[in-house]
Structure formats: C-alpha cells, structure tokens
C-alpha cells in the first residue's frame, strides 16, 4: 500500500516547474500502471508555447467513468532566500509538509491515488476511474487540458463525472464546495515616451511616470463587490519592468505585467474596454501606449 503523506513528498522531489516534467507525470505513471491503471502519456506542442507532456490513466472500461482533473506543474519559486525550507524538499516540520505544489495541488494527486487505492483493495467499482493529469496548469495552459480533451474525444474516451482537485477550502476540507470557475486575463502595458538626460528633462518624456499614474489609476477602485456564487475579482500587478541601470537616463520606455480573475459580472470583453478607459483617461497628455491582452477563461 502506498502512504499518501511519502507519495506527496515524492511527488514535490520532482521539481516540475512548468513546463519541464520533472519526474511527476513518471512517477505517478508508474504508481499507477503498478495499480492497474492504463496510462497513456500526452505531449503536445504548439508553436510559441514550450512543449508539455500530459498523462491520462484509466483503471477498468466501464461506464460511469469517474475522472480526478489536476496538475503537477508548480510555479517557479521565486528567490529561494526568501523561503526558510528548500522548496523541493518536502520537508515535514510540526506535522506540516512544506514544498512547492503541497497545496496546488500534488498533496491533492496522492491522496486521491491512496484513496482509489484503499478502495480497490476493498471491491471492484461498477465503473472506471481516470486521472487528467496535466503538466501545463501554470503556464500558458496550451498544451494541457484542453488538447487532452480533444484527444479523449478522438479515442472515445467519455468522462461521466469530474473532480478538480484544487485547493479550494480556506481552512478545512468540505468547507466548500465550487459550482463553477473564475475568468483569468493577462494583460501587457507597453507605455512610450522619449528617453533623455535626467539634467534635461523638459527635452524628454519620462514612461516610467507615465505607468506610475496609469497603474495607480488601474488599482485605486475595486473591481466588484463579488457575485452570488463567486468571490470578488481581483487585479493583481505581476511586474514593473523599466530595466533602467543607471540613474541620470530618462527611461523612454515601461512595461507591466497584470493578471485579473474575474467573476460573472465581467467579461473579458467588457474588462479589455474598461482598461483602454482607464489608461485612456490616466496617461496624460500626449501619451502612447500598447495593450496586450490574453484570455485564459472566461467564467463559467
Ligand atoms: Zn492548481
């Protein structure tokens, strides 16, 4: 039997930062082919996106198929000085696992596969159980999910029923419960002004003053209140680049990053428009700048 707390350690070794596999998808591949699953690994690629393998494991043929959704793609951790453990380490302290993905969501993973495991050992189930696993949750979500549910499609493969296995509760298990998913946009501000002397700057036109009003102006008023079955949206600034070494240039050039989950009072139409508003009215005169906008999700 395998133990769900020495699986999730194993799992968080791999360090699968998206959109490299890490060892993840070869591990729980092999834990579960051990259980009697048939595996089948998915690699997609698409151009201008990194390649991303996927895995999708079925135990039994039978209909219902009962399906887990999740991922073992991590985001990347950051500095590692600001963490106190190393964050592929799984280290246990005071009876808390700590590492990146111990909550989103490889803990998730094996605790389902210790489950179906315990199970199996007790009956056969009526149906099948499946897992969607993929490796590309946290990046440019290309390459995963959805091009696995093409190929189900294509090889007859039909899912009755689906579990995502995010982190949702705040606090305890079967707090609660989702009925549906926030929208996700990122958007790209490219702000133009005309680089000089700090000595001189009437001869210039200083970008990075520019993307300070405009990204104030983007964060000064709530979004919403939120909405009947979902929390409120929320605009988060990625990063502020200027990339500006030295200290008497003018920069004639910033650039900032933003990420917004929305809720069902919002589209991503509707959201593209109001941040041409905002920026529009914030610039000030004379202005120029390029919005890039990517849509992840709708909500739905
Ligand atoms: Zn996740």
Redesign the pocket.
Known sequence: MHDAVALARDLIRCPSVTPIEGGALDLLQSTLEGMGFTCHRLPFSAEGTPDVDNLYARYGTARPNFCFAG?TDVVPTGPTESWSVDPFAAEIRDGVLYGRGAT??KSAIAAFVVAVQRMLRDKTPEGSISLLITGD?EGPSVNGTKKMLQWLTENDEDIDICIVG?PTNPTRLGEMMKIGRRGSMNGWLTVRGEQGHTAYPHLADNAAHRIVDMLRALTAEPLDEGSDHFQPSTLQISTIDVGNPTTNVIPGEARATFNIRFNDLHSSAKLTEWLHKVFDASIGDGGKYDLHIEVMANPS
């Open positions: 991922h989103d969501m949750e995010e």
